[in-house]
C-alpha cells in the first residue's frame, strides 16, 4: 500500500506575509510530516470584504517571495482567480477536486480564525474535507469546546506576537518592520509603497 500525499494548507488574507505564518506553517509541517504546504491568498475575504485590503496580485506575490527559499513551501491562485468572494469550504472543496483520492488535506489555522469558523453556517462540511490543525497565536486561548472530534487538532507552535495589521500600521508610522517579514517582504513593500497613508 502506497502511503498517502500529507499537504498542509494555510489560508490568509496574508497582507503582508509574516513571520508568524510562516514559523505555524513550518512547525506544523513538522509535527504532522506533511510532504507540502500550499499558502492559498485569499481573492476579496468574505469576512474582510474589498475595503483597505491591498490588491490579491501584491499578496499573491508576497507569499511567493516568502516562501521561494522552502522546497516544502508553494503559493496557490486557486481563491484569487475565482470570481466572487472567498470562502474556506470553497478553498477546500477545489484543493480536494485537484488532488484526489490519494492526498490527505490538513487545513492550517491560528486560535482566532479557527474560532471564528465554528460559528459559520458550513462548518460541518468544513470539517469533514480536511483535518484541522489549530496553532496556538498570541493573544487568543486555544481552547476545545465545541471542536468536532477527530477532526481538530489543536497545536502550540513557537509563539510570534506578529499580525498583519500591526506590520501595516507599523509601515504606515514609518516603523521598521525588518525581521518581523522576511527581507524581500520589506523591499517589496517598499517598492511597490504599500501601506503608506499617502501611497507615496
Ligand atoms: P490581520 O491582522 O490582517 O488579520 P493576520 O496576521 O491575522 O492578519 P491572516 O492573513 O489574517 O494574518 O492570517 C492567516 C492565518 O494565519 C490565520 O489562520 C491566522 O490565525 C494565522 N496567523 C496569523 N498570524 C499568526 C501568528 N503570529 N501565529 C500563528 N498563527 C497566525
Ligand atoms: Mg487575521
Same mark, same amino acid.
Given at each position: ?59 499573491? %506575490? ?117 525581521? %518581523? ?20
Amino acid at each position: 500500500m502506497t502511503q498517502k500525499r500529507r499537504l498542509g494548507i494555510m489560508g490568509g488574507t496574508f497582507d503582508p506575509i509574516h513571520h508568524g505564518h510562516l514559523v505555524a506553517a513550518s512547525e506544523v509541517a513538522h509535527v504532522f510530516a506533511l510532504d507540502e504546504v500550499v499558502f492559498v491568498p485569499t481573492g476579496v475575504s468574505a469576512h474582510k470584504g474589498h475595503t483597505n485590503v491591498t490588491p490579491a496580485e501584491d499578496r499573491y %506575490l508576497m507569499a511567493v517571495i516568502a516562501t521561494a527559499s522552502n522546497p516544502r513551501f508553494s503559493v496557490s491562485r486557486i481563491d484569487i482567480d475565482r470570481p466572487g468572494a472567498t470562502y474556506t469550504v470553497d478553498t477546500l472543496r477545489d484543493m480536494r477536486a485537484l488532488h484526489g483520492p490519494d492526498t490527505d488535506l490538513f487545513f492550517i489555522t491560528g486560535a482566532d480564525a479557527l474560532e471564528k469558523m465554528l460559528t459559520w453556517h458550513d462548518s460541518e462540511e468544513l470539517f469533514g474535507l480536511a483535518h484541522f490543525v489549530g496553532v496556538t497565536r498570541p493573544g487568543h486561548r486555544l481552547a476545545d469546546p465545541g471542536l468536532p472530534t477527530g477532526r481538530v487538532s489543536l497545536i502550540e507552535v513557537p509563539a510570534l506576537a506578529i499580525s498583519s495589521t500591526e506590520c501595516r500600521e507599523r509601515v504606515e508610522a514609518e516603523e521598521p518592520i525588518w525581521y %518581523l517579514v522576511p527581507d524581500g517582504i520589506v523591499q517589496y513593500i517598499n517598492k511597490r509603497s504599500l501601506y503608506r497613508p499617502d501611497g507615496a
